[in-house]
């Protein structure tokens, strides 16, 4: 039975193998170039760090003291450069508390009042008292604290530090 079989000429032979060939180049080459493009995109950073806030001894008494520090976090090819806060209140010699200076309602950055002897927001008139409970809505809950109960908060050669988890 002529022209049952499929024949397959020089000229077809030699345009199958070339595609073949360059078919596996493009991949060999393409493969790890396309992974190096996308992995900066996929990698996820590790954005935990304990903070050195400084000597306990300069850390005065009785009265809350703003701490900030700026962390950076490299998303893909951008960079960004993130500022923070934190008050520590050392109530007594041996007692240090620490708050984040974020209102737990929306995420605004509280400030102490000295005269009032509070935390004020200033987005929403929220009011946390000295030890960061809410004495005036809207925040839904206490000031986040650092407590060395819970891990994230530690006492190194007279200094105070932080685990500072965030983005």
Same mark, same amino acid.
């Given at each position: 039975?002529?022209?049952?079989? =499929?024949?397959?000429?020089?000229?077809?032979?030699?345009?199958?193998?070339?595609?073949?060939?360059?078919?596996?180049?493009?991949?060999?080459?393409?493969?790890?170039?396309?992974?190096?493009?996308?992995?900066?995109?996929?990698?996820?950073?590790?954005?935990?760090?304990?903070?050195?806030l400084g000597p306990l001894?300069?850390?005065?008494?009785?009265?809350?003291?703003?701490?900030?520090?700026? !962390?950076?976090?490299?998303?893909?090819?951008?960079?960004?450069?993130?500022?923070?806060?934190?008050?520590?209140? !050392?109530?007594?010699?041996?007692?240090?508390?620490?708050?984040?200076?974020?209102?737990? =309602?929306?995420?605004? !950055?509280? !400030?102490?009042?000295?005269?009032?002897?509070?935390?004020?927001?200033?987005?929403?008139?929220?009011?946390?008292?000295?030890e960061g409970n809410v004495?005036?809505?809207?925040?839904?809950?206490?000031?986040?604290?650092?407590?060395?109960?819970?891990?994230?908060?530690?006492?190194?050669?007279?200094?105070?530090?932080?685990?500072?988890?965030?983005?």
């Amino acid at each position: 039975m002529p022209g049952s079989q =499929h024949e397959l000429s020089r000229n077809g032979f030699v345009k199958v193998v070339t595609a073949m060939v360059g078919t596996a180049m493009g991949a060999i080459i393409g493969i790890p170039a396309i992974g190096y493009l996308v992995s900066p995109a996929t990698k996820i950073q590790k954005s935990d760090a304990w903070i050195p806030l400084g000597p306990l001894e300069n850390i005065p008494l009785g009265e809350p003291t703003l701490f900030s520090f700026t !962390r950076s976090q490299v998303t893909g090819w951008e960079k960004t450069v993130n500022s923070y806060g934190v008050y520590v209140w !050392r109530k007594n010699e041996d007692e240090v508390k620490v708050f984040s200076n974020v209102c737990t =309602h929306l995420s605004c !950055r509280v !400030r102490w009042d000295a005269e009032k002897k509070a935390y004020l927001c200033p987005c929403h008139a929220g009011i946390f008292d000295i030890e960061g409970n809410v004495i005036h809505d809207p925040p839904p809950r206490p000031l986040d604290m650092y407590a060395e109960s819970e891990g994230n908060l530690k006492i190194e050669e007279g200094t105070l530090f932080i685990h500072f988890v965030g983005g």
